[in-house]
């Protein structure tokens, strides 16, 4: 079936409570991210037996209904989270970030680095964007 975007986001608002705790805390917790500005988008989509990722699917499914979501929200900032986000790099007007997977297993000190990397360039990019808002 067919979802507009408010339902879509809404639904996903409502699921998120049942979703891996640690998922939350690592993009709203830690990152801070705004729960009510941030969509979420998985580039598999498209379930395979056994849990399995295939690159030509996850082609297939990027260009499918990823890239055609991406295009409709015209978000200003994209995080790739995991490596096998990150061939996935292909927003000529959105600033991209790639960052771990919420389910890393690097270490809290790893971590612990990267949220601080993440919250500077989302800063930097948000006084950036804020600024050329106002000369509009």
Same mark, same amino acid.
């Given at each position: 079936?067919?979802?507009?975007?408010?339902? @879509?986001?809404? *639904?996903?608002?409502?699921?998120?409570?049942?979703?891996?705790?640690?998922?939350?805390?690592? =993009?709203?917790?830690?990152?801070? @991210?705004?729960?009510?500005?941030?969509?979420?988008?998985?580039?598999?989509?498209?379930?395979?037996?056994?849990?399995?990722?295939?690159?030509?699917? !996850?082609? +297939?499914?990027?260009?499918? *209904?990823?890239?055609?979501?991406?295009? &409709? !929200?015209?978000?200003? !900032?994209?995080?790739? &989270?995991?490596?096998?986000? =990150?061939?996935?790099?292909?927003?000529?007007?959105?600033?991209?970030?790639?960052?771990?997977? =919420?389910? *890393? +297993?690097?270490?809290?000190?790893?971590?612990?680095?990267?949220? &601080? +990397?993440?919250?500077?360039?989302?800063?930097?990019? &948000?006084?950036?964007?804020?600024?050329? +808002?106002?000369?509009?």
């Amino acid at each position: 079936g067919k979802l507009n975007l408010v339902d @879509l986001f809404e *639904h996903q608002a409502d699921a998120m409570r049942y979703w891996n705790k640690d998922f939350e805390g690592f =993009y709203f917790h830690k990152i801070g @991210l705004i729960k009510e500005e941030t969509a979420f988008a998985n580039v598999a989509w498209c379930s395979t037996e056994d849990n399995k990722y295939p690159s030509r699917m !996850l082609e +297939r499914c990027f260009r499918k *209904h990823t890239k055609p979501l991406i295009d &409709s !929200l015209k978000p200003d !900032l994209i995080l790739l &989270s995991g490596s096998t986000t =990150y061939k996935f790099d292909r927003f000529e007007d959105t600033q991209t970030i790639k960052t771990l997977h =919420y389910a *890393h +297993r690097k270490g809290h000190h790893a971590e612990n680095a990267e949220m &601080s +990397r993440i919250r500077e360039v989302i800063n930097q990019y &948000s006084e950036h964007y804020a600024g050329n +808002r106002n000369c509009t």
